[in-house]
């Protein structure tokens, strides 16, 4: 099984709609963060959270909101989903500072179409 | 803010060696990643640099020069299934990474 595991995958939802993003983790780390990939733009963090009393925003958060309902699960939402939000959407995680810190490990991915 | 740039494209054969550049403005620097994608797959860690000089694993190598704000990502001994996006990422304070747009390698045979 994946340590880092987002539902749905793909998802096709009409404008004006809510929509939630899941992620859970087996890692046990303490950072998670869901970033947004769109063609050329590389990826662009929405939200980030250290622990489950802690959530930030991070480069584009307007039209997104998040929560951390526990160590190991974090979800992103979209309250009325618009065309422009269509992307592949990544969560990650991270052990904490230092070095390891330059590394994360992501989910697989989850690939929202808005019409 | 931050800003990287990488080349969007890089073609070569296999057995070659391709370096991928990455330049960086940033207000903040604790160290710059690397990351490499396979087809909108999930992005894996290669390496990541806190201190000039070069990191060599396996086929792969990454380099920083902080003064020049600068970095690159060398692939060695190119195989097929080294054709992917490759990012770069830099560190600009302790929670965050932000990325670049990456680079497309495609390996002909």
């Known amino acids: 099984d994946a340590d880092v595991t987002q539902t749905p995958r793909n998802r096709i939802t009409k404008t004006g709609k809510r929509i939630m993003l899941e992620c859970s983790q087996t890692k046990g780390h303490d950072r998670m963060y869901w970033y947004r990939q769109d063609p050329g733009l590389g990826l662009r963090l929405i939200y980030y959270?250290?622990?489950?009393?802690?959530?930030n925003k991070g480069e584009i958060s307007d039209g997104y909101s998040v929560s951390r309902q526990a160590q190991a699960k974090f979800s992103l939402s979209l309250e009325s989903a618009i065309p422009n939000q269509t992307a592949l959407y990544f969560c990650?995680?991270?052990?904490?500072?230092?070095?390891?810190?330059?590394?994360?490990?992501f989910g697989e991915g989850s690939r929202l179409t808005v019409l | 803010g931050q800003s990287l740039e990488q080349p969007s494209e890089v073609t070569a054969v296999e057995g070659a060696i391709v370096q991928i550049n990455c330049t960086y403005q940033?207000?903040?620097?604790?160290?710059l990643s690397w990351y490499q994608q396979h087809d909108g797959g999930a992005p894996t860690f290669l390496s990541y640099?806190?201190?000039?000089g070069l990191e060599e694993t396996g086929r792969f190598s990454s380099f920083l020069s902080r003064s020049d704000s600068y970095g690159y990502l060398l692939l060695q001994e190119l195989q097929m299934k080294d054709s992917a996006s490759y990012f770069c990422a830099v560190r600009p304070n302790d929670y965050k990474l932000s990325f670049g747009a990456g680079t497309t390698v495609t390996v002909r045979a």
């Open positions: 640099n806190a201190l000039d």
């Open positions: 940033t207000s903040g620097f604790y160290g």
């Open positions: 990650a995680t991270s052990v904490g500072s230092g070095g390891s810190a330059g590394e994360l490990f």
């Open positions: 959270s250290f622990d489950v009393k802690d959530i």
